[in-house]
């Protein structure tokens, strides 16, 4: 019983994070797929295309936070 | 206030989620202590990158509440260091890809190593200054 109630807690907490994340993050589906990944525990025989489609996700993250606020990108003068 | 609403659902599930199977969004548990008796493999790398996309999401979403605060606020020189950490962080990140891939488990424990430090310092600065990211474990 105890069990079920911690799987339902984490379940409710996942959701947390993907509502929070929805309302932040224009395209949700990589951070959908990477929690997916974490639930399911996919990591017993991971594919070359498994391993192609989550360094694409990643890099694409990355790219997106690496760029610099925009609020501290000085705008067109004049 | 509205930084600590905002930040709360994701400090949820990033760490609140430490106890299921030391996942990937707790990243290094398990993962990155990855010895030469235990190689780096693909499904290594997965789990790290796996981890490692759902952080950034993380940071991702404090880089947008911090675009919203105003000039000059605590937030810009938060998210400006952590860019620093994600820009140290990628080149590695491709090394361990090329190495695994390989299977050079020699230079794949090396880049390992120097990863996880990365993500211990990187998890400290988070920690210290209340952003919402997973507690490493490093």
């Known amino acids: 019983m105890a069990d079920i109630q911690k799987i339902f807690d984490i379940g409710m907490k996942g959701l947390g994070l993907i509502q929070s994340l929805a309302q ?4 949700i589906t990589p951070v959908i797929r990477s929690l997916t990944n974490v639930f399911s525990k996919r990591v017993e025989d991971v594919t070359d295309e498994e391993l192609d489609q989550i360094e694409a996700d ?9 760029k610099p606020m925009d609020k501290l990108v000085p705008g067109p003068k004049g | 206030m509205r930084k600590l609403i905002l930040a709360f659902p994701v400090l949820l599930l990033l760490g609140g989620c430490a106890g299921i199977a ?3 969004l707790n990243l290094p ?19 790290v990158e796996n981890g490692l996309r759902i ?4 940071l991702q979403t404090y880089k ?6 105003p000039v000059g606020d605590r937030c810009d ?24 891939r390989r299977n050079d488990q020699v230079n794949a424990a090396v880049v390992f190593t120097t990863l996880r430090g990365l993500f211990a310092e990187f998890s400290t600065y988070a920690a210290q200054n209340g952003v919402p990211v997973p507690q490493l474990g490093v």
């Open chain 1, 24 to 27: 932040q993050s224009k395209d």
């Open chain 1, 58 to 66: 990643l890099d694409a993250a990355l790219d997106e936070f690496e």
């Open chain 2, 22 to 24: 030391e996942t990937a």
């Open chain 2, 29 to 47: 548990s398990g993962v990155l202590t990855t010895s030469v008796q235990n190689p780096v493999s693909k499904n290594t790398l997965f789990r």
């Open chain 2, 55 to 58: 952080a950034v999401a993380g």
């Open chain 2, 64 to 69: 947008n509440y911090c675009n919203g605060q």
């Open chain 2, 77 to 100: 020189v938060v998210v400006v260091q952590l860019q620093t950490y994600s820009r140290r962080a990628r080149p590695l990140v491709r090394q361990l890809r090329t190495f695994v």
